[in-house]
């Protein structure tokens, strides 16, 4: 797989993420999103998509540093995800179980599909 296609996958799949916090804002459950819902949610989103190009861009310069780029973006994404949960916490008042939420809806979805598009590209051109 290329790496535009894979980016514009990504992409609608962030767009298709965006739905249901979206739904709950304008149907009246806004009280289940933090404050500041959509700066956790591009920031996650943006730090995956960084992550996702950077490991397809080395992965087709050079098949041998694919698996020490996919563990090096992944222990990135995660201790800057981690940084952004001490700051974030810090600056804001929010509810930490709504928080909690929010952020796994966010990161795991995010994480799964980063795994699935990744994982995608390493099969083997003969069997697709």
């Known amino acids: 797989m290329k790496i535009l296609p894979s980016i514009l996958a990504f992409l609608v799949f962030t767009l298709i993420l965006a739905i249901p916090p979206v739904i709950l804002q304008y149907s009246g459950n806004a009280d289940l999103l933090v404050p500041h819902f959509w700066l956790v949610f591009f920031y996650m989103s943006a730090l995956t998509l960084f992550v996702v190009a950077l490991i397809l861009f080395v992965q087709y310069k050079n098949?041998?540093?694919?698996?020490?780029?996919?563990?090096?973006?992944?222990?990135?994404?995660?201790?800057?995800?981690?940084?952004?949960?001490?700051?974030?916490?810090?600056?804001?008042?929010?509810?930490?179980?709504?928080?909690?939420?929010?952020?796994?809806?966010?990161?795991?979805?995010?994480?799964?599909?980063?795994?699935?598009?990744?994982?995608?590209?390493?099969?083997?051109?003969?069997?697709?």
């Open 63 to 128: 098949q041998e540093y694919y698996a020490q780029a996919f563990m090096g973006g992944t222990t990135v994404k995660i201790l800057a995800c981690l940084a952004f949960i001490i700051i974030f916490a810090a600056k804001n008042k929010v509810n930490k179980h709504i928080f909690l939420a929010d952020f796994f809806y966010i990161y795991f979805l995010n994480m799964g599909f980063e795994v699935y598009l990744l994982l995608r590209n390493l099969r083997h051109k003969n069997l697709r």
